[in-house]
Every structure is written in C-alpha cells, then in structure tokens.
C-alpha cells in the first residue's frame, strides 16, 4: 500500500496530484514523445564502438530496441489521431502524481549522459536506485537488491557470454 492511498479502500487520499487529459490528446502526446526518444536512442546506440566486426555487436541490441520502440509509438499515437478523426472519443485519463512521471522522463533523459560521465555500472546504479525511489520503493535493502541484480545479470549476459564490455 502506497502512503498516497486511504489504508481501508485503496483509493487515493485527497491530497494526491492529479492531472486530467483527454485519452486521444494523451495517446498521441506520450506516442510522439517516446518515437523522439526512441530516435534518440537509434542515434546514441549507432554511435558507440563496434568490436565484433560482421557478428552482433554491442549497437545491434539497443538499435533494434530503440527502432521497435519508435514502430509501436507511432502505431500509438497514431491511434489516437484515428479516434480523433472518427469522432470516437474516450474517456479522460488521470494521472496521479505527476511528478514523479516528470522525475522519471528526468531520469531517463539524464541516463545516457551519466554512462559518459561514469560509466556503464556506476550511471545504471543510480539511475535505477532513483528510478526506484521515484517510484515509491523506498526499502534500501529491497533496492540495493534490486539494482545488484540487474548488474549482476547485464555483467553475466553481455560481457561473460556475449563478449561485449560495457563502458
């Protein structure tokens, strides 16, 4: 249970911050936004060292995520340009607690910027504690598992067996 939320109902407390949208406005605003972010993406993973010459290197992975990413977004926002135009509206979409989608779009815009400041391992434990934080998990003991985890798994996929360093 959130501390945001009424312990007997789940509901959330009135002073929560919620920011109304209609759906369509929604759909097509987050779709355009992630496609950009996906370019960005496609843009940075082109641009990092290639030491496996013609087999799957280190760019292909996040390349061909970053071009699934902009795919399905402008599928998404173009479905709310389809509502649009057809005049089947939805319902408003409520976000509670709109800051900390803001301090999440934040973070992941700073995440490329702290692997060139501090490298792979260093910028993804912040940057995956803080996501954390934001997203109300505050257990340290729970995030420092969490974030070992992760980096124990990239550790042991991309550099033991794919042979690719990580920065």
């Given at each position: 249970?959130?501390?945001?939320?009424?312990?007997?109902?789940?509901?959330?407390?009135?002073?929560?911050?919620?920011?109304?949208?209609?759906?369509?406005?929604?759909?097509?605003?987050?779709?355009?936004?992630?496609?950009?972010?996906?370019?960005?993406?496609?843009?940075?993973?082109?641009?990092?060292?290639?030491?496996?010459?013609?087999?799957?290197?280190?760019?292909?992975?996040p390349k061909g995520l970053?071009?699934?990413?902009?795919?399905?977004?402008?599928?998404?926002?173009?479905?709310?340009?389809?509502?649009?135009?057809?005049?089947?509206?939805?319902?408003?979409?409520?976000?509670?607690?709109?800051?900390?989608?803001?301090?999440?779009?934040?973070?992941?815009?700073?995440?490329?910027?702290?692997?060139?400041?501090?490298?792979?391992?260093?910028?993804?434990a912040i940057f995956l504690?803080?996501?954390?934080?934001?997203?109300?998990?505050?257990?340290p003991i729970a995030i420092?598992?969490?974030?070992?985890?992760?980096?124990?798994?990239?550790?042991?996929?991309?550099?033991?067996?794919?042979?690719?360093?990580?920065?």
């Amino acid at each position: 249970m959130h501390k945001d939320q009424d312990e007997t109902h789940g509901e959330p407390t009135p002073d929560a911050a919620t920011l109304s949208l209609s759906l369509e406005i929604s759909d097509i605003a987050v779709g355009l936004a992630l496609a950009a972010l996906a370019g960005w993406f496609f843009f940075q993973a082109s641009i990092l060292p290639d030491f496996s010459g013609t087999a799957i290197g280190a760019a292909d992975f996040p390349k061909g995520l970053a071009a699934l990413l902009g795919v399905t977004s402008i599928i998404f926002a173009g479905a709310g340009v389809r509502r649009i135009v057809s005049g089947r509206l939805g319902e408003r979409v409520s976000v509670r607690q709109p800051m900390r989608v803001l301090l999440g779009i934040v973070l992941l815009i700073a995440f490329p910027f702290m692997m060139d400041a501090f490298g792979y391992y260093i910028a993804m434990a912040i940057f995956l504690s803080a996501f954390l934080y934001v997203a109300n998990r505050r257990n340290p003991i729970a995030i420092a598992l969490y974030v070992g985890g992760f980096l124990l798994f990239t550790k042991l996929v991309f550099e033991m067996m794919l042979g690719t360093p990580l920065p």
